[in-house]
C-alpha cells in the first residue's frame, strides 16, 4: 500500500459509492483527505464511516452542490484559504438523469454537473496543484463514453434529451478535457488521467424520480453477477492517485487499472480545444450589471 503521508486530496461525490471508497483507502494510506458533498448530513455520516474505517481523523468535509457554478467558486476560494497545498484531485461527483433538468445557471444538469463542474473545479485549483507537484488529476468517466458524441449544435440536449446522449457526450467530455489538460500541463510535474471505473453496485442512477431509480435497482438485483462492489469500483481511482507505477504517467484512460483506448472522438485534438473553448466561456463569471 503506498504510503500518502503529507499528501493532500480532494475527491468530489464523496458521501457515497466510489467517491467514499477513494476518500476512504486514501485516508488509510495516510492522506489528509477533503470531501467534497453537497448534503451536510449525508456528508458528515460518510466522514464519520471513514474516519472509523480508515483510522485517521485527517479528514475533512467540505459542503459544495457541484450543479452551481458559485457553489464550485466559493468551494475553490474555501478551499484555497484554509490549505496550501493539493497533491490530488479526484473528480467524481457526476450522475445520470433519465428527465432533462437545468441548473441554477441553466445548464442541462447532466453537462453542468459531469463536465462543466470537473472544468471549473480544475482550473480554479490548477495553481495550487502546480504549486504542490509532483500532483494528479484524476477524472472518472465511464465506459459509456464510446457511445458518445459531442453534438456542438445542441450541447445543452435543449432541442432533444436523451438521458443515455446526454449522459455518453458527458462522459465523452471527460476524457477529452483530461487530454487536452494533459497537453496544457505538460512540464509542470501535474498529471491528468481518466479511468472507466467497472460497473458498480452504488447509488448511481437512483437519483432518478419515480420507475427509472426504482428501475437502477431493479437492474442491481437481477444484474447483480455484473455487477462488482463499491470498493473494486474506486480500485483504479486508488491505484491513479497514489500508486508510484503511474507517477508521470498523463494523458491516458484507464479501465482496472491498465491504460487502453479510449473513442476515436476522445482522440481528437480540435474537438478537446473546441470543448475547452466553450466550457470556458461557458463558465467565466459573469459580466458585473452595466450601471
Ligand atoms: N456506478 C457505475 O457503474 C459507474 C460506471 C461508470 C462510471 N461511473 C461514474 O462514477 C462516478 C461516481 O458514481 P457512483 O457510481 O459512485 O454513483 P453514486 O453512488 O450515485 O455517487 C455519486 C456521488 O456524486 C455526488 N453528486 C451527484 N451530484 C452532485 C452535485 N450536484 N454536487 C455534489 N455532489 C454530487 C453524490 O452526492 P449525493 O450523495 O448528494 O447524491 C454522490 O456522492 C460518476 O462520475 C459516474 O458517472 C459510475
Known sequence: MPDMTGKTCIVTGASLGIGKETAAALAGMGARVVMVCRDPARG???????????GSSDVELMIADLSSLDEIRGLAAAYRQKHQQLHVLVNNAGAYNANRTTTRDGFETTFGVNHLAYFLLTGLLLDVLKASAPARIINVSSMAHLRGHMNFDDLQSAKKYSGM??????KLANVLFTYELARRLEGTGVTANALHPGVVRTGFGKNNPGWWGALFGVFQVVGRPFYISPAQGAATSIYLASSPEVEGVTGKYFVKCRAVD????????AVARRLWQVSEEMTKPAMAPAR
Open 262 to 269: 479510449s473513442n476515436t472522438e476522445s482522440r481528437d485534438a
Open 44 to 54: 458528515e455520516a460518510a466522514r464519520a464511516d471513514i474516519v472509523g474505517q480508515s
Open 165 to 170: 446522449k446526454a449522459y455518453g457526450q458527458s
